[in-house]
């Protein structure tokens, strides 16, 4: 566990906003050297607090518009069960996220695909093979009311 002061929480806010932002303008943003800041970045970044820099791409724009919540509950809950799902769901290149789930599903799947016809084959070809599956529900999303990307710190 790293201890983060003020600033280093000012920086991961900004950061997490405008991840391309140069040394040079967030060290005048946050007030402090470029040395200074530059150490700073590097610390978080080394103590894997910030994990990545990604550009969030407009689903539109690349013909992923169509958002599906797919909750799955497996035929048991032994590690080796859990194990080998969570190991194939990885495979998917159309799940964005998978999360073991407290509640009636096992594992809940965020999945996107270009229309309802993609994703049929998407559920045809990959999930309904995925190991240990005995049930699997699906939720479309009409539309996306806001995303946040950045955590609250």
Known sequence: MINLDATDLRILRIIQKRGRISNSDLSMEINLSASACHRR?????SNKVV??????????????????????????QADEVLN?????????????????????????????????????????KFLASLPGVAQIQSSFSLKNVFKETGLPV
């Open 41 to 45: 970045v590097s610390r978080l970044e």
């Open 51 to 76: 994990k990545n820099y990604v550009a969030l791409l407009d689903p539109i724009k690349v013909n992923l518009s169509t958002t599906v919540f797919v909750e799955i509950t497996l035929n048991g």
């Open 84 to 124: 080998k799902f969570e190991k194939e769901v990885k495979k998917i290149p159309n799940v964005l996220e998978c999360n073991l789930m407290a509640g009636s599903a096992d594992y809940l799947l965020k999945v996107v695909a270009t229309d309802t016809n993609d994703f049929a084959q998407l559920h045809r």
